[in-house]
């Protein structure tokens, strides 16, 4: 009787309170609808348990990372197979074996096996997969292949660095040749292939022949990316691109023709188009609006290598923070179960991670009946193909953001900028830099926490010790000791305030010398972290070099137009407060708004500055404009490029800088005002002409607001982060990598919280020493009427 | 003679009188000529804005940047604000919520710890003094680690507390240092006289102070104000829950989803700056009066 009560209670009780599951995915817009169907499916039958999606648009491993750590982090995340191990070996994870092992219901073996060992980490399995998305698969437009007379792509094409002519269709490199057709000046006007972006293309002809950029998968300690046969797949990717224009190049087609790949094979312009299945939703009907037959074919193998393909697919995963472990299972083999799987893949958007569903004719894969009506594609053995080939480059934790760096920078080779070996060599020379430092990491001593805390008090008791020592034997009467109450009773939020200024200040400086991502045990590196930021880190400098650039340039310019604007405010016109408004405004335009417009602006196409630069027809030259920029862009005869050219996005920066000036404005216009007429009549008088009085009293006696202006200046350029991480996220080739673009990144997305600590430090310093000698300078320059104040 | 000599003076004054008004007119022109030129260029970015916003994608397509819509069309906003993920009335509404908050607060407090540096004498003043110029240096970088270590500690992240909480210890030394300034300014005697009358120091910084401080304070307020709205970092260190999110994030979020749909975008940017540029136009007066007496020194 007690325990049937007491089962009873219990199960009310697990009724009562609804468990509230948060579930952050990064799908795309167009699948959110249909993943919250899925829920609300799954609500309905698990009526204890409710789920709260969420979607991130920045990285979702770096959110949820940060959010571990700040101990919000959500039950349930969608993960990648190239990614989820950040969070896995942190222990941001749990693993589902035990979870497996007592659910009889989910039967691992009907999952594709490729996908389960992507997610297998250190021998435990930490993602349900929900579907698989190898990216493998070529589509090709029959219709370029009939009028060129060539047999479509067959099952057992392959590839090398050198073209076969022998072995004509069979042969990758012959197709993407024959399939190209260039006009009379030589510029292509239909190019063989492509992939859908840039980096996939590299990472595909990696991965095909075997080839990586570091020596071995389990503790890599040499960068290879200057080994002979690793430069000769470069060498083959730049030159389809650059050399042979058989591949269009990935900045002309999204920067100028303003399009992006698939468009472009939409339109016919490209024979094949490498890619995933989820573009099979889209081409049907696209496609098949335009009467073009199309097919998929398997992206072919090196020839002599196992054959792998890219991976690809998400799958769920539970964090081990969450308290609803139990509900969040429930929830994970509902979402990565047959019902979801089917409800996702009736809708088009992913291939079944359980082979069986992947295989079932009408879910995901057509019917006999509609591929006899001519539904595409007909080659439906290369989707299991593809997906059962998924493979993936294995390295240790340590490795990874040497991974990343190599990533970003290896594959800007296919831009053409530089010759591949010499690209190469940069990118062997800054990897294994970043490797040597990764090595050292991984070996230091725990972070010494109560002598930290120890020395962390010392600070504060020297800081209050230098403010009252001196003060110690005044003796104060009775009506002082009144004031100094109330005195300090004022100061209370201000107490409250150094104590979050202050313990902050130190507890970075304390974190700079450590190494830590706030999730793992910090380790004590000494002063190690400014030791390779000054000597090793080349980020920092650069970081350094595009802040000094962007500051002596626009400071100065900006200051100029401030004071060009003030004294023109400060003319006695009707209707002058309406123009100082319009000047004023943009400064005080939201920053991301404005980053915004101004891609807008700088849009090389039909942005509102080149159409100015080179008329609506594209060949106009205003005021030589177009020649100087060629020049500076480095690519004479084409519209500049604004934000994807490292060297015209930061004039693009300064520009958009000075549109803000109207703040630096109104504060020379304080000052201008603040001059007494009397000293131009007296100098008029005298007979000073308008530029004489402008130089002996306008400038003498604004020189202290155009101090004031020069220091936050130079303290605001420091600090530019906004436009930057809004427009362009650091690039073109680290060309806008900001100081505090840098550091964000490094501590909120790498996770490197003391090396950005030591940063951040380094760059109190350097702000330092800059007003220090903009003080010592002052001297010279400004003058304060009635001496200094 | 002396007769002469005044009368040919007055003759030549009044010739040098008419060149000064034709060189005046001319002068008069040129500024007006040039106001013009930088009010067009300086708002040509905003038009661009505007006019994509007013165009359906295929107008955007196939017209040129700067030419107005020949049939203006409000759905964008609409779209906009309907949009299912991005819930633009929400956002605007805790954009709304911390801006008021946090001018709320900087102003108060601020004004509340200038006022003892200002005008009492107490223990160790001069030091706190140069204490709080010190941090007026060091870059937001410092903290953002440690603080957001702290505030995630605290469990505040995720909700609003970082943003409301510290924006009632003092203001920043900025704030303060600036109506300190101005304060100096005030007389006196003002103090003197209500000090005579038994006023005590809370009563003097209420009734004497704060009210002589009006054009300080808005300018103090209005950049807070400006400053919470357009506050990028803090939402997107602490702020997950999109239904937590401001406007800048909401307007960041949307443009990763709508990568290329301009008409949209430049839609909810006219959307997220209108407020600001209202509430600049109604402030512009005493805000413009502030600076100019602070004198920006």
């Given at each position: 009787m007690a325990a049937a009560l007491g089962l009873l209670m219990a199960a009310t009780h697990g009724f009562a309170t609804p468990v509230t599951l948060r579930y952050i995915v990064g799908d795309g817009m167009e699948t959110l609808p249909t993943i919250e169907r899925i829920c609300r499916e799954f609500e309905a039958r698990h009526p204890g348990i409710k789920i709260k999606l969420e979607r991130v648009s920045e990285d979702l491993n770096s959110k949820v990372l940060a959010q571990f750590a700040g101990n919000v982090a959500p039950d349930v995340i969608n993960v990648w197979p190239d990614s989820y191990q950040m969070l896995a070996a942190r222990g941001v994870l749990m693993p589902l074996d035990e979870f497996i092992a007592r659910?009889?219901?989910?039967?691992?073996?009907?999952?594709?096996p490729s996908i389960l060992s992507l997610y297998t980490y250190d021998h435990h399995l930490y993602a349900l997969p929900r579907e698989v998305a190898p990216v493998a698969l070529v589509y090709y437009n029959k219709k370029l292949f009939d009028e060129a007379g060539i047999p479509y792509p067959p099952d057992d094409w392959t590839w090398t660095t050198?073209?076969?002519?022998?072995l004509g269709p069979r042969d990758f490199t012959w197709m993407m040749r024959s399939l190209t057709k260039k006009n009379a000046a030589g510029?292509?006007?239909?190019?063989g292939f492509t992939t859908a972006w840039p980096q996939l293309y590299f990472n595909t002809l990696m991965l095909t022949s075997g080839r990586?950029?570091?020596?071995?998968?389990?503790?890599?300690?040499?960068?290879?990316?200057?080994d002979p046969e690793t430069l000769r797949v470069m060498e083959y990717a730049s030159d389809t691109i650059?050399?042979?224009?058989w591949v269009p190049s990935f900045m002309e087609v999204t920067?100028?023709?303003?399009?992006s790949m698939r468009d472009e094979f939409v339109k016919g312009r490209i024979a094949m188009y490498h890619s995933g299945a989820w573009e099979i939703r889209k081409f049907r009907r696209e496609l098949g609006a335009q009467g073009i037959d199309w097919d998929i074919a398997l992206f072919p193998g090196y020839e002599g290598q196992p054959y792998r393909t890219v991976a690809g697919g998400a799958g769920l995963a539970i964090l081990s923070?969450?308290?609803h472990k139990e509900a969040a299972w429930t929830f994970v083999q509902y979402m990565a179960g047959e019902p979801a799987m089917r409800a996702i893949a009736e809708a088009g958007f992913g291939m079944p991670a359980i082979r069986r569903l992947a295989l079932e004719p009408g879910l995901w894969l057509p019917t006999q009946e509609q591929l006899d009506q001519?539904?595409?594609?007909?080659?439906?053995g290369a989707l299991d193909a593809a997906a059962m080939a998924m493979s993936m480059d294995r390295f240790p934790e340590y490795f990874r953001d040497v991974h990343n760096g190599l990533q970003g920078t290896a594959?800007?080779?296919?831009?053409?900028?530089?010759?591949p070996r010499e690209h190469m060599e940069t990118v062997q020379r800054d990897g294994q830099t970043r490797l040597d430092l990764a090595l050292r990491r991984t070996n230091d001593p725990p972070f010494p926490t109560t002598a930290a805390w120890v020395f962390g008090l010392l600070i504060v008791a020297g800081m209050v010790a230098w403010v009252y020592w001196p003060e110690r034997g005044i003796a104060y009467t009775r009506g002082q000791k009144k004031e100094n109450r109330s005195a300090y009773l004022f100061l209370i939020p201000w107490g409250f305030g150094m104590g979050f200024t202050l313990g902050p200040m130190i507890y970075s400086l304390l974190m700079s010398f450590s190494d830590t991502d706030l999730i793992r045990p910090a380790h004590w590196v000494g002063v190690r972290n400014y030791s390779d930021a000054l000597f090793v880190d080349p980020g920092f400098w650069n970081s350094l070099r595009v802040t000094f650039y962007y500051s002596f340039l626009s400071i100065p310019l900006g200051l100029m137009t401030a004071l060009a604007l003030a004294l023109l405010l400060n003319?006695?016109?009707?209707?002058m407060p309406i123009y100082r408004a319009i000047f004023y405004i943009p400064s005080l335009a939201s920053g991301v708004a404005t980053g915004l417009i101004w891609m807008r602006v700088f849009n090389?196409?039909?942005?509102l500055l080149n159409r100015v630069i080179y008329g609506a027809d594209g060949q106009g030259n205003l005021l030589g404009l177009a020649t100087l920029l060629g020049h500076l862009s480095g690519k004479?005869?084409?519209?500049?490029n604004w934000l994807g050219n490292e060297h015209t996005v930061m004039p693009a920066f300064i520009l958009m800088g000075l549109w803000g000036a109207g703040g630096g404005t109104i504060i020379l216009l304080a000052g201008l005002q603040g001059i007494s007429q009397n000293y131009y009549e007296a100098a008029t008088l005298d007979g000073a002409n308008a530029w004489r009085r402008f130089r002996s009293v306008t400038l003498p006696l604004l020189t202290p607001s155009l101090f004031f202006s020069l220091v936050t200046g130079i303290i605001g350029s420091f600090q530019v982060f906004t436009q930057a991480f809004v427009m362009?996220?650091?690039?073109?080739?680290?060309?806008?990598?900001?100081y505090m673009l840098n550091v964000y990144r490094l501590a909120f997305?790498?996770?490197q919280m003391g090396y950005a600590s030591a940063l951040a430090w380094l760059l109190f310093v350097i702000i330092l020493v800059f007003t220090v000698i903009q003080l010592k300078l002052a001297n010279r320059w400004v003058y304060y009427e009635g001496g200094l104040k | 003679m002396a007769y002469s000599v005044a009368r040919s003076d007055t003759i030549q004054f009044a010739r040098a009188a008419r060149i000064g008004r034709w060189y005046d007119r001319l002068a008069k022109f040129g500024v007006w000529t040039l106001l013009l030129a930088g009010s067009i260029m300086f708002m040509l970015p905003m038009y661009i804005m505007l006019c994509v916003a007013l165009k359906t994608p295929e107008q955007v397509a196939a017209t040129s940047p700067w030419e107005w819509p020949a049939t203006p069309t409000w759905e964008n906003f609409l779209t906009v604000l309907s949009d299912p993920v991005v819930h633009f009335g929400r956002l605007f509404g805790n954009t709304l919520f911390l801006a008021v908050a946090q001018t709320f607060g900087v102003t108060m407090t601020a004004a509340m710890v200038a006022y003892p540096f200002a005008r009492l004498s107490f223990r160790g003043r001069d030091r706190l003094f140069i204490v709080l110029l010190g941090t007026?240096?060091?870059?937001g970088a410092v903290t953002m680690i440690p603080g957001y270590v702290i505030i995630a500690k605290l469990g505040?992240?995720?909700?609003f507390l970082p943003f409301v909480v510290?924006?009632?210890?003092?203001?920043g030394a900025f704030n303060v240092f600036l109506l300190r300034q101005f304060f100096l300014g005030i007389p006196r005697e003002m103090d003197e006289a209500a000090k005579i009358d038994g006023a005590s120091n809370a009563v003097i910084f209420w009734k004497v102070i704060l009210p002589n401080a009006g054009p300080a304070l808005a300018t103090v307020g209005v950049f807070t104000f400006m400053g919470s709205w357009r506050d990028f970092m803090g939402p997107l260190l602490y702020l997950n829950d999109p239904e937590k999110q401001t406007l800048e994030m909401g307007l960041r979020t949307f443009q990763t989803m709508q990568e290329t749909q301009w008409h949209l975008l430049m839609a909810a940017s006219v959307l997220v700056s209108l407020p600001l540029l209202i509430m600049f136009l109604l402030s512009q007066r005493y805000f413009v009066r502030g600076i100019l007496l602070s004198g920006g020194k």
């Amino acid at each position: 009787m007690a325990a049937a009560l007491g089962l009873l209670m219990a199960a009310t009780h697990g009724f009562a309170t609804p468990v509230t599951l948060r579930y952050i995915v990064g799908d795309g817009m167009e699948t959110l609808p249909t993943i919250e169907r899925i829920c609300r499916e799954f609500e309905a039958r698990h009526p204890g348990i409710k789920i709260k999606l969420e979607r991130v648009s920045e990285d979702l491993n770096s959110k949820v990372l940060a959010q571990f750590a700040g101990n919000v982090a959500p039950d349930v995340i969608n993960v990648w197979p190239d990614s989820y191990q950040m969070l896995a070996a942190r222990g941001v994870l749990m693993p589902l074996d035990e979870f497996i092992a007592r659910t009889p219901q989910v039967d691992l073996n009907l999952y594709y096996p490729s996908i389960l060992s992507l997610y297998t980490y250190d021998h435990h399995l930490y993602a349900l997969p929900r579907e698989v998305a190898p990216v493998a698969l070529v589509y090709y437009n029959k219709k370029l292949f009939d009028e060129a007379g060539i047999p479509y792509p067959p099952d057992d094409w392959t590839w090398t660095t050198e073209e076969r002519p022998a072995l004509g269709p069979r042969d990758f490199t012959w197709m993407m040749r024959s399939l190209t057709k260039k006009n009379a000046a030589g510029r292509s006007v239909q190019w063989g292939f492509t992939t859908a972006w840039p980096q996939l293309y590299f990472n595909t002809l990696m991965l095909t022949s075997g080839r990586r950029l570091w020596d071995d998968e389990e503790r890599p300690t040499k960068i290879t990316a200057t080994d002979p046969e690793t430069l000769r797949v470069m060498e083959y990717a730049s030159d389809t691109i650059n050399k042979h224009r058989w591949v269009p190049s990935f900045m002309e087609v999204t920067n100028q023709m303003q399009s992006s790949m698939r468009d472009e094979f939409v339109k016919g312009r490209i024979a094949m188009y490498h890619s995933g299945a989820w573009e099979i939703r889209k081409f049907r009907r696209e496609l098949g609006a335009q009467g073009i037959d199309w097919d998929i074919a398997l992206f072919p193998g090196y020839e002599g290598q196992p054959y792998r393909t890219v991976a690809g697919g998400a799958g769920l995963a539970i964090l081990s923070s969450s308290r609803h472990k139990e509900a969040a299972w429930t929830f994970v083999q509902y979402m990565a179960g047959e019902p979801a799987m089917r409800a996702i893949a009736e809708a088009g958007f992913g291939m079944p991670a359980i082979r069986r569903l992947a295989l079932e004719p009408g879910l995901w894969l057509p019917t006999q009946e509609q591929l006899d009506q001519g539904l595409r594609p007909s080659n439906v053995g290369a989707l299991d193909a593809a997906a059962m080939a998924m493979s993936m480059d294995r390295f240790p934790e340590y490795f990874r953001d040497v991974h990343n760096g190599l990533q970003g920078t290896a594959f800007d080779i296919l831009s053409g900028s530089r010759p591949p070996r010499e690209h190469m060599e940069t990118v062997q020379r800054d990897g294994q830099t970043r490797l040597d430092l990764a090595l050292r990491r991984t070996n230091d001593p725990p972070f010494p926490t109560t002598a930290a805390w120890v020395f962390g008090l010392l600070i504060v008791a020297g800081m209050v010790a230098w403010v009252y020592w001196p003060e110690r034997g005044i003796a104060y009467t009775r009506g002082q000791k009144k004031e100094n109450r109330s005195a300090y009773l004022f100061l209370i939020p201000w107490g409250f305030g150094m104590g979050f200024t202050l313990g902050p200040m130190i507890y970075s400086l304390l974190m700079s010398f450590s190494d830590t991502d706030l999730i793992r045990p910090a380790h004590w590196v000494g002063v190690r972290n400014y030791s390779d930021a000054l000597f090793v880190d080349p980020g920092f400098w650069n970081s350094l070099r595009v802040t000094f650039y962007y500051s002596f340039l626009s400071i100065p310019l900006g200051l100029m137009t401030a004071l060009a604007l003030a004294l023109l405010l400060n003319q006695r016109v009707r209707g002058m407060p309406i123009y100082r408004a319009i000047f004023y405004i943009p400064s005080l335009a939201s920053g991301v708004a404005t980053g915004l417009i101004w891609m807008r602006v700088f849009n090389p196409e039909n942005g509102l500055l080149n159409r100015v630069i080179y008329g609506a027809d594209g060949q106009g030259n205003l005021l030589g404009l177009a020649t100087l920029l060629g020049h500076l862009s480095g690519k004479p005869g084409e519209p500049v490029n604004w934000l994807g050219n490292e060297h015209t996005v930061m004039p693009a920066f300064i520009l958009m800088g000075l549109w803000g000036a109207g703040g630096g404005t109104i504060i020379l216009l304080a000052g201008l005002q603040g001059i007494s007429q009397n000293y131009y009549e007296a100098a008029t008088l005298d007979g000073a002409n308008a530029w004489r009085r402008f130089r002996s009293v306008t400038l003498p006696l604004l020189t202290p607001s155009l101090f004031f202006s020069l220091v936050t200046g130079i303290i605001g350029s420091f600090q530019v982060f906004t436009q930057a991480f809004v427009m362009t996220g650091g690039g073109p080739n680290s060309a806008t990598m900001f100081y505090m673009l840098n550091v964000y990144r490094l501590a909120f997305q790498s996770l490197q919280m003391g090396y950005a600590s030591a940063l951040a430090w380094l760059l109190f310093v350097i702000i330092l020493v800059f007003t220090v000698i903009q003080l010592k300078l002052a001297n010279r320059w400004v003058y304060y009427e009635g001496g200094l104040k | 003679m002396a007769y002469s000599v005044a009368r040919s003076d007055t003759i030549q004054f009044a010739r040098a009188a008419r060149i000064g008004r034709w060189y005046d007119r001319l002068a008069k022109f040129g500024v007006w000529t040039l106001l013009l030129a930088g009010s067009i260029m300086f708002m040509l970015p905003m038009y661009i804005m505007l006019c994509v916003a007013l165009k359906t994608p295929e107008q955007v397509a196939a017209t040129s940047p700067w030419e107005w819509p020949a049939t203006p069309t409000w759905e964008n906003f609409l779209t906009v604000l309907s949009d299912p993920v991005v819930h633009f009335g929400r956002l605007f509404g805790n954009t709304l919520f911390l801006a008021v908050a946090q001018t709320f607060g900087v102003t108060m407090t601020a004004a509340m710890v200038a006022y003892p540096f200002a005008r009492l004498s107490f223990r160790g003043r001069d030091r706190l003094f140069i204490v709080l110029l010190g941090t007026m240096m060091l870059p937001g970088a410092v903290t953002m680690i440690p603080g957001y270590v702290i505030i995630a500690k605290l469990g505040w992240v995720n909700t609003f507390l970082p943003f409301v909480v510290p924006a009632f210890f003092g203001g920043g030394a900025f704030n303060v240092f600036l109506l300190r300034q101005f304060f100096l300014g005030i007389p006196r005697e003002m103090d003197e006289a209500a000090k005579i009358d038994g006023a005590s120091n809370a009563v003097i910084f209420w009734k004497v102070i704060l009210p002589n401080a009006g054009p300080a304070l808005a300018t103090v307020g209005v950049f807070t104000f400006m400053g919470s709205w357009r506050d990028f970092m803090g939402p997107l260190l602490y702020l997950n829950d999109p239904e937590k999110q401001t406007l800048e994030m909401g307007l960041r979020t949307f443009q990763t989803m709508q990568e290329t749909q301009w008409h949209l975008l430049m839609a909810a940017s006219v959307l997220v700056s209108l407020p600001l540029l209202i509430m600049f136009l109604l402030s512009q007066r005493y805000f413009v009066r502030g600076i100019l007496l602070s004198g920006g020194k």
